[in-house]
């Protein structure tokens, strides 16, 4: 079984109250180094056979059109999760 | 400046909606190889230095208490952005 992952994050230049309210809690629990947080969105596809190129390319289309909203938001990446260095 | 990535995803046994309701939309718009999908949080947090071990270690306790639910919530990883293969 092959797994795809998709991270999502909203555009630099786009109002992000989530991770704002994260940035202001932070302080208060005692995280002090921290200076920004932004928050997304990480999506795990999973398929029965293995991650095949053609796997990654329709997983490339569903993050541009479903997963994502491009108005607002960037495919940070898109990857196999099995693959060296993959973050997963 | 330095950013650490945090990944949250939902723990498997636990219903994900969201999850649930993309993989139900992918094959009507045209992608059928997907058979599972799970929906996270990816956060990216900025310190103004580097990312040291200190910086890594308070990320580690702020993804644990404020930045995941661990009832129902893993955090899958926490790591410096400009790490090699860190899927950024």
């Known amino acids: 079984m092959g797994r795809v992952v998709i991270d999502v994050m909203p555009k630099p230049e786009i109002l992000d109250?989530?991770?704002?309210?994260?940035?202001?809690?932070?302080?208060?629990l005692g995280f002090d180094v921290f200076t920004g947080v932004r928050q997304g969105k990480r999506?795990?596809?999973?398929?029965?056979?293995?991650v095949t190129e053609e796997v990654?390319?329709?997983?490339?289309?569903?993050?541009?059109?479903?997963?994502?909203?491009?108005v607002i938001e960037d495919v940070v990446s898109v990857r196999d999760a099995a693959a060296a260095g993959a973050g997963a």
């Open 17 to 28: 109250p989530q991770g704002k309210a994260v940035v202001g809690a932070l302080p208060r």
């Open 56 to 70: 990654l390319e329709q997983a490339r289309r569903a993050a541009e059109t479903l997963l994502s909203n491009p």
């Open 43 to 50: 999506f795990e596809l999973e398929v029965t056979g293995e």
